[in-house]
């Protein structure tokens, strides 16, 4: 396998007494990184810090301590350390695991520069220049297409291109915020649209792609350059209104229906940290082989990733989040290089902090639907939940909670916390 060393160690474990607690998500051999402040300090700067057990390690303070590493994690966001590349990245973890590993010299100095998790609020971790949304998710893509045109889901380009469309960044929050349903133009009965909010109201299960080195304009990235490129994963929700996109989708795809907000759990997995959780990259038999410049015997013996996701609903009136769906993003159709090559390969230019969105991974099975459209087969057959209540799309007041974490046997578990946005009412509106 390629990339492991000694911050990968299993058995390596922290002064961090809770970071050792094999229930915690964010144990020495993960590492993220995020941007905090203090809750309720709203005049206390933000600033760049990394998860470990239920503390933060404050990366300013740790400079100001001694902590040797890169300068540029002094400050409020991660595009600058994103530029400096692969090598300077791996680099750093390696800094920081020895600094909070166990019997480390660096204990006395660093113990003062940790804040409890609980005790802060996050923001983006970067600035996200530009956001593209794929639909990597094979079994999603069928699913929907199914829905539309049953005798022939999958069009026939999705086995050849990974399909993309170009979102919205302003509209992306971290975890724990909430929005207002959306106002829209919908289909109505008579021929004339109606506006006003939507009533079918989805979620979608994604992965986040941070990119951290840039390619310059008119320079494609071979798939070797694009996978040092990537520079780690968040959870992404693809909040979407379906009724406002089956109205608004043709013919240039998704616009109004998805741009009012997207989700992202707040800390950053790097690609460091999930080198154990490689997996091999199979086309099904009988599927076509991807075009050269998609394809590498690196991307084929190690391209993939495994990484369990899961969707969970809190609606006001149940006690507990119930689980909706769990799949895995192995099953994706494309890997995180193949989506970075190709969106490169007409000379687009991407930049550190630019965002990718996986699409939907939905797992092969029924009922492993990464959306409601798939859960409830178009709408038309509710989800019974464990109080009584049912779903089809989503109401006022519910709460949507993506939750994953990198397993295999032998390594550390490593997970991704949460990502949730709840649902406010609409606003009201006027047309004056
Ligand atoms: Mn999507």
Known sequence: MNGLDTTHDPALRSWVNSANDPASEFPIQNLP?????????????????????????????????????????????????????????????????RALAAGSE???ALQACLVPRREVELTLPCSIGDYTDFYTGIHHATTVGKL????????????????????????????????HRPLGQTAGESGTPRFGPTQRLDYEL????????????GEPRTMAQAEADWFGLVLLNDWSARDVQAWEYQPLGPFLAKNFATTISPWIVTRDALAPFRAPFVRPEGDPQPLPYLDSAANREHGALAITLEVWLQT??????HRLTRSNFRDAYWTVAQLLAHH????????PGDLLGSGTQSGPGEGEGGSLL??????????????????VFLQDGDTVILRGAAEREGCRRIGFGECRATVLPARAFTAS
Request: charged share 15%; with cysteine.
């Open 316 to 321: 006001p009136s149940m006690s507990e989040p």
């Open 344 to 351: 490169s390969s007409n000379g687009c230019n991407l930049q």
């Open 106 to 108: 660096s204990q006395g």
């Open 33 to 97: 990184y995020g941007c905090f402040r203090r809750l309720g300090e709203d005049d206390e700067a933000w600033r760049l810090g990394v998860a470990i057990g239920d503390q933060v390690l404050d990366l300013r303070a740790a400079l100001l301590a001694g902590l040797p590493v890169e300068p540029m994690l002094g400050t409020h966001t991660l595009n600058h350390f994103m530029l400096l590349g692969a090598t300077r990245w791996h680099k750093t973890r390696q800094a920081l695991s």
């Open 206 to 217: 994604e992965l986040g792609v941070f990119v951290g080195s840039l390619n310059h304009l």
């Open 148 to 179: 539309f045109r049953p005798d022939n889901p999958l069009l026939p380009n999705y086995k050849w291109v990974p399909i993309g469309y170009h979102g919205r960044s302003s509209s992306i929050r971290t975890s724990g915020h909430a929005f």
């Open 374 to 391: 798939e859960l409830t087969h178009g709408g038309k057959q509710p989800i019974v939940l464990p109080n009584g209540e049912s779903r």
